[in-house]
T-cell receptor
Framework: GAGVSQSPSNKVTEKGKDVELRCDPI?????LYWYRQSLGQGLEFLIY????????KSGLPSDRFSAERTGGSVSTLTIQRTQQEDSAVYLC?????????????FGPGTRLTVL | QKEVEQNSGPLSVPEGAIASLNCTYS??????FFWYRQYSGKSPELIMS????GDKEDGRFTAQLNKASQYVSLLIRDSQPSDSATYLC??????????FGKGNQVVVIP
């Protein structure tokens, strides 16, 4: 079946602008995660949604970052007043409930460049 | 101490040889361990998951877990040029998030 999809694949924006990144998880997956990967850095956890529970926002680096998940499926990560240090690849992953709930599958990512 | 450490530098192996990658983790309560492969410019791809002490084999890949020593390793047998990539070790904590190491680059030389 279809994997995790993300849009846009690339986004170039000017410093101070707001951006929205979209993630569509694998159908039936109840858990959705956002990570980011900066050049030369490891993957950094941002936020985690599980079903209808309150999201785990503990990885968000500042209050300029927010995310929502509508209808338990599609998620949008919003970065307000973007800064150059926000430039990174933003990766979304999803996982299912059940015995393989630990396995997270990644989308292709959105490469964000803040000029 | 970082949550997940992969300390080795780039690993160059001849085609057909065994590539060996190691990873240590700090949270003794961790129960789930994963190896992801990431080609340049691409997103991570899950290649192995391991939950119990010992070895788990899948094709040319073998994951090894030793919870007492808090390390997990990945062996790639009969290395192929298509195995050239960065390999990321990931450990799942109690909060369901994955903690990743910085990765090991593997270069398979034909």
């Amino acid at each position: 079946g279809a994997g995790v999809s993300q849009s846009p694949s690339n986004k170039v924006t000017e410093k101070g602008k707001d951006v929205e990144l979209r993630c569509d998880p694998i159908s039936g997956h109840t858990a959705l995660y956002w990570y980011r990967q900066s050049l030369g850095q490891g993957l950094e956890f941002l936020i985690y949604f599980q079903g209808n529970s309150a999201p785990d926002k503990s990885g968000l680096p500042s209050d300029r970052f927010s995310a929502e998940r509508t209808g338990g499926s599609v998620s949008t990560l919003t970065i307000q007043r973007t800064q150059q240090e926000d430039s990174a690849v933003y990766l979304c992953a999803s996982s299912s409930a059940g015995t393989r709930s630990n396995e997270q599958f990644f989308g292709p990512g959105t490469r964000l460049t803040v000029l | 101490q970082k949550e997940v450490e992969q300390n080795s530098g780039p690993l160059s192996v001849p085609e057909g040889a065994i590539a060996s990658l190691n990873c240590t983790y700090s949270d003794r309560g961790s129960q789930s361990f994963f190896w992801y492969r990431q080609y340049s410019g691409k997103s991570p791809e899950l290649i192995m998951s391991i939950y119990s002490n010992g070895d788990k084999e899948d094709g040319r890949f073998t994951a090894q877990l030793n919870k007492a020593s808090q390390y997990v390793s990945l062996l790639i047998r009969d290395s192929q040029p298509s195995d050239s990539a960065t390999y990321l070790c990931a450990v799942k904590g109690g909060n369901n998030r994955l903690a990743f190491g910085k990765g090991n680059q593997v270069v398979v030389i034909p």
